[in-house]
């Protein structure tokens, strides 16, 4: 998956560590509860790969789990 740009970004995660993707990230408060919003895109292979049943994995670096949500959004110029 690519760090695509979100809309109205608060701030970019890892933009000066090459070892990683820069981040575009918003953060909210949703109901009391602080969210940062990242967005990515598949590349053609994942794509591919989802296409034909496959599914997205969530790798999380460390030894603790933080909470996480994993959603869809539509595509630019569509609404859902």
């Known amino acids: 998956m690519l760090p695509l740009r ?3 970004a ?3 995660l890892a933009e000066t560590q090459d070892e ?10 949703i109901d009391g509860t ?5 967005v990515w895109e598949p590349t053609p292979s994942e794509l591919k790969m989802l296409n034909e049943g ?8 460390g030894t603790g789990h933080p909470p996480v949500m994993i959603t869809a959004q539509p595509a630019p110029g569509l609404s859902s």
């Open 34 to 38: 602080n969210q940062m919003t990242s």
């Open 10 to 12: 608060t701030r970019i």
């Open 20 to 29: 990683y993707y820069a981040l575009a990230i918003k953060d909210e408060i």
């Open 54 to 61: 496959g599914a997205v994995r969530l790798t999380i670096l």
């Open 6 to 8: 979100i809309a109205n």
